[in-house]
């Protein structure tokens, strides 16, 4: 069964960071593209950062470029975004997510982050000015 489980959502002012992590299963994890994507109220879904599992390369969406960054454990099967130099234009809902079966992530992985089959129950980031 897929677990992907999301947490170290909160609440900051502009300029602070959050860490938040993404606990999957091992056979979800392995070798897998998975990636983070957002949703703030009457927005679209944006996809945020992706990571191959299977070697470490990363992608970026253009607007989080420089201030996030998305990194893994192997041994404890977790995904995490590290969120610097927020704004309050990044307060939404963050969701973790993995595609409905193994894949790579290819070269526009993060676009393709918020159509992935499955994602976790997400967590809320909130930025002050």
């Known amino acids: 069964q897929v677990q992907l489980v999301e947490s170290g959502g909160g609440s900051v002012q502009a300029g602070g960071s959050l860490r938040l992590s993404c606990a999957a299963d091992r056979s979800t994890y392995y070798r897998n593209c998975m990636g983070w994507f957002r949703q703030a109220p009457a927005k679209e879904r944006e996809g945020v950062a992706a990571?191959?599992?299977?070697?470490?390369?990363?992608w970026y969406a253009d607007s989080v470029k420089g201030r996030f960054t998305i990194s893994q454990d192997s041994g404890k099967s977790t995904v995490y975004l590290q969120m610097d130099r927020l704004e309050p234009e990044d307060t939404a809902m963050y969701y973790c997510?993995?595609?409905?079966?193994?894949?790579?992530?290819?070269?526009?992985?993060?676009?393709?982050?918020?159509?992935?089959?499955?994602r976790g129950q997400g967590t809320q980031v909130t930025v002050s000015s």
């Open positions: 990571i191959y599992t299977g070697g470490g390369a990363t």
């Open positions: 997510a993995a595609p409905g079966f193994r894949q790579g992530c290819g070269a526009e992985a993060v676009l393709r982050v918020p159509q992935f089959y499955n």
